[in-house]
């Protein structure tokens, strides 16, 4: 028979692991999640981004989401803020296709958003 003090170390520990599991879950969704705020000046930025007139010539294909919630995780949706400081990402939208980092195409649906190189996917990453 378990003794009280045993139960309430048992206890205890589940308890440590569920919070660490959830801390663990809840950067990993803060590091890559995706809210954009477009700055004035290139030297502002995190990120310096170009329009494409194409999907095939995009890095990554955009799709911009109606709600925070739903812009989770580096994988093309993006929620627009209205301040800097609400931001995870700053970024510049360049004149020329050779002053971005990362070519992005906006696309019409939730669906085709994604990276088309993956090679570039760390540039997104929250700084």
């Known amino acids: 028979m378990q ?18 599991y959830f801390l663990i879950l809840l950067s990993f969704n803060i590091l890559f999640s995706q809210k954009i705020y477009e700055v004035d000046y290139k030297s502002q930025a995190d990120v310096k ?5 194409y999907k095939s010539q995009a890095d990554l294909l955009v799709y ?3 709600y925070k919630s739903q812009a989770k995780n580096n994988n093309g949706l993006w ?10 990402l700053k970024i ?8 971005a980092d990362i070519n992005i195409y906006l696309v ?16 997104l990453k929250k700084k």
Do not use: M
Request: hydrophobic fraction near 30%.
């Open 3 to 20: 003794t009280l003090y045993q139960f309430q170390l048992k206890l205890d520990l589940v308890f440590q692991g569920s919070i660490k």
């Open 49 to 53: 981004i170009y329009e494409v007139d």
């Open 64 to 66: 911009y989401v109606d």
């Open 79 to 88: 929620f627009k803020v209205d301040y800097k400081s609400q931001a995870d």
């Open 92 to 99: 510049y939208y360049t004149k020329y296709k050779s002053q």
């Open 108 to 123: 019409e649906y939730k669906s085709q958003a994604g990276w088309t190189d993956d090679s570039k996917k760390e540039l």
